[in-house]
């Protein structure tokens, strides 16, 4: 079993700054790759940024130098977040997070419920 609980969206002005967290918990043997992703109203859901277990990034090219994802692992948490900095408008989405690895001995891709981000002019 695995438990996700997304955390950190709301409405921000144009900008502003919001921290996304992301906990995963349960029966997880291991994580290969911690990310978010998002999908605007009419869009495809898309890359926002990931982590992997070894700790090396990959972000969308528009995000960099505005996002910045990180992670905390000790202690068996398994927690991304995602700093969110001069947010714009056309970032407002529903943010996901995801993690694939492996969980009872099975490979997973694992989703959560999405929190919503919203950024207003």
């Known amino acids: 079993q695995v438990q996700m609980v997304e955390s950190g969206g709301g409405l921000v002005q144009a900008g502003g700054s919001l921290r996304l967290s992301c906990a995963v918990s349960g029966n997880i043997f291991s994580i290969n790759v911690m990310g978010w992703y998002r999908q605007a109203t009419g869009n495809q859901r898309e890359l926002v940024a990931s982590i992997t277990r070894g700790g090396s990034t990959n972000y969308a090219d528009s995000l960099k130098g505005r996002f910045t994802i990180s992670r905390d692992i000790a202690n068996a948490k398994n927690t991304v977040y995602l700093q969110m900095n001069s947010l714009k408008p056309e970032d407002t989405s529903v943010y996901y997070c995801?993690?694939?690895?492996?969980?009872?001995?099975?490979?997973?891709?694992?989703w959560g419920q999405g929190t919503q981000v919203t950024v207003s002019s």
């Open positions: 995801n993690f694939k690895g492996s969980v009872g001995g099975q490979y997973v891709d694992y």
